[in-house]
């Protein structure tokens, strides 16, 4: 296990869940599963697909972060384990399987990162911080779903965990896949930093009010993010880097506030709007990310960053995706879900774009000495 790292495991597998959970839909009425697919998607989507990428990148980034162990076998097991779960139990017509391995998936998260904590021999980064509040998020999020509270576990799990690792992580990756030095990261002011962790529990407690069924709280999300953007994010900085991720970052930090402000707007359209945040920024930015793991750590030239053509396809089938899936929101008669099978087709082109590149390069190290990072 010592040449085998954490991202090689599961990032493959977060693909195959974000190429099944849209697959359901093309199937739904062959009688394949009972589970309604709706359901299956969007388990498989964020438990599946999102937090495969996340256990991927956190077991790979906080040794390495805190310059502490690697990942034991133990901890290989169990997390394989958790998440082969995960992507099992997205089926089931009982939902508490699914969040109950949600829990016990995030709890060893946190033991897994609080031991190299206790341990670390490096200064933390300043968007731990927000790992944290995302942890108590999916943790909250997924008791309330096993309580069957819906409404207030997607705010808090779907949306509110993945959201603040992004709001947090972008702080550094928006910088880096736009070729800019990551400014905010290396604040040392004691304000600077307590307003920058302060925010992250401001968002958390706004997202906890929106779950509430509180319309006010998505432009308090609008604004927030916002501040995020050009604060912390920095966002209006110019950059000449010609690469496809540049453009993808500045997507991702677009779809934030805008899909909070059309909530807003569009209280009752919300499954729509969000699916601006999941499509524009989740999808786009897990990819993107993963990209520049795969690379650094693989011992691959960051120039490929702007050498591949499949990142600018990753980027333009996304894009279509959004645009199919806006027009099946407000779409009525027989043609709907033609609309709604065109956003899934530009979903499953993304991630085999992107996978017929970037998958060999997980398992087959790159050409250089040594990695990167």
Same mark, same amino acid.
């Given at each position: 296990?010592?040449?085998?790292?954490?991202?090689?495991?599961?990032?493959?597998?977060?693909?195959?869940?974000?190429?099944?959970?849209?697959?359901?839909?093309?199937?739904?009425?062959?009688?394949?599963?009972?589970?309604?697919?709706?359901?299956?998607?969007?388990?498989?989507?964020?438990?599946?697909?999102?937090?495969?990428?996340?256990?991927?990148?956190?077991?790979?980034?906080?040794?390495?972060?805190?310059?502490?162990?690697?990942?034991?076998?133990?901890?290989?097991?169990?997390?394989?384990?958790?998440?082969?779960?995960?992507?099992?139990?997205?089926?089931?017509?009982?939902?508490?399987?699914?969040?109950?391995? *949600?829990?016990?998936? #995030? /709890?060893? %998260? !946190? =033991?897994?990162? $609080?031991? &190299?904590?206790?341990?670390?021999?490096?200064? @933390? +980064?300043?968007?731990?911080?927000?790992?944290?509040?995302?942890?108590?998020?999916?943790?909250?999020?997924?008791?309330?779903?096993?309580?069957?509270?819906?409404?207030?576990?997607?705010?808090?799990? *779907?949306?509110?965990? #993945? /959201?603040? %690792? !992004? =709001?947090?992580? $972008?702080? &550094?990756?928006?910088?880096?896949?736009?070729? @800019? +030095?990551?400014?905010?990261?290396?604040?040392?002011?004691?304000?600077?930093?307590?307003?920058?962790?302060?925010?992250?529990?401001?968002?958390?407690?706004?997202?906890?009010?929106?779950?509430?069924?509180?319309?006010?709280?998505?432009?308090? %999300?609008?604004?927030?993010?916002?501040?995020?953007?050009?604060?912390?994010?920095?966002?209006?900085?110019?950059?000449?880097?010609?690469?496809?991720?540049?453009?993808?970052?500045?997507?991702?930090?677009?779809?934030?506030?805008?899909?909070?402000?059309?909530?807003?707007?569009?209280?009752?359209?919300?499954?729509?709007?969000?699916?601006? %945040?999941?499509?524009?920024?989740?999808?786009?930015?897990?990819?993107?990310?993963?990209?520049?793991?795969?690379?650094?750590?693989?011992?691959?030239?960051?120039?490929?960053?702007?050498?591949?053509?499949?990142?600018?396809?990753?980027?333009?089938?996304?894009?279509?995706?959004?645009?199919?899936?806006?027009?099946?929101?407000?779409?009525?008669?027989?043609?709907?879900?033609?609309?709604?099978?065109?956003?899934?087709?530009?979903?499953?082109?993304?991630?085999?774009?992107?996978?017929?590149?970037?998958?060999?390069?997980?398992?087959?190290?790159?050409?250089?000495?040594?990695?990167?990072?």
């Amino acid at each position: 296990m010592k040449t085998l790292a954490p991202y090689q495991l599961f990032f493959p597998l977060g693909l195959l869940n974000a190429i099944l959970a849209i697959g359901v839909w093309f199937v739904q009425n062959l009688g394949w599963f009972t589970s309604p697919a709706l359901f299956i998607h969007s388990k498989l989507i964020v438990g599946g697909f999102l937090w495969s990428f996340i256990v991927g990148f956190l077991m790979t980034a906080v040794p390495r972060m805190t310059g502490t162990m690697s990942a034991n076998k133990i901890e290989y097991f169990i997390s394989g384990i958790l998440m082969i779960g995960q992507t099992l139990f997205a089926w089931q017509m009982d939902a508490r399987y699914f969040y109950g391995n *949600q829990i016990i998936l #995030t /709890l060893f %998260l !946190i =033991l897994y990162g $609080g031991r &190299r904590i206790l341990k670390m021999s490096k200064p @933390l +980064p300043i968007f731990f911080s927000h790992v944290g509040v995302a942890m108590v998020l999916a943790l909250l999020g997924s008791y309330y779903h096993f309580q069957g509270h819906s409404l207030m576990g997607t705010h808090l799990y *779907q949306l509110g965990a #993945t /959201l603040l %690792l !992004i =709001l947090g992580i $972008g702080t &550094r990756f928006f910088s880096f896949l736009s070729g @800019l +030095p990551s400014e905010f990261e290396t604040v040392t002011a004691p304000l600077k930093r307590f307003l920058f962790h302060g925010a992250g529990v401001a968002m958390g407690i706004l997202l906890f009010f929106a779950g509430k069924g509180v319309t006010l709280s998505y432009f308090g %999300l609008f604004v927030a993010s916002l501040i995020y953007l050009f604060r912390f994010w920095k966002v209006q900085r110019a950059s000449n880097r010609p690469s496809a991720l540049k453009y993808g970052v500045r997507i991702v930090a677009t779809m934030i506030p805008l899909s909070f402000f059309l909530i807003w707007l569009q209280p009752l359209m919300y499954v729509t709007w969000l699916h601006l %945040l999941f499509i524009g920024c989740f999808g786009l930015i897990t990819l993107s990310v993963a990209t520049r793991v795969t690379l650094a750590h693989g011992a691959y030239p960051i120039d490929l960053e702007m050498k591949s053509p499949a990142l600018w396809w990753l980027v333009f089938f996304l894009v279509l995706g959004i645009l199919f899936r806006i027009i099946y929101g407000f779409s009525e008669g027989p043609w709907k879900i033609n609309y709604l099978y065109l956003a899934s087709l530009f979903w499953i082109l993304a991630m085999i774009s992107w996978g017929w590149t970037f998958l060999p390069r997980i398992f087959k190290l790159g050409p250089q000495a040594k990695p990167s990072c």
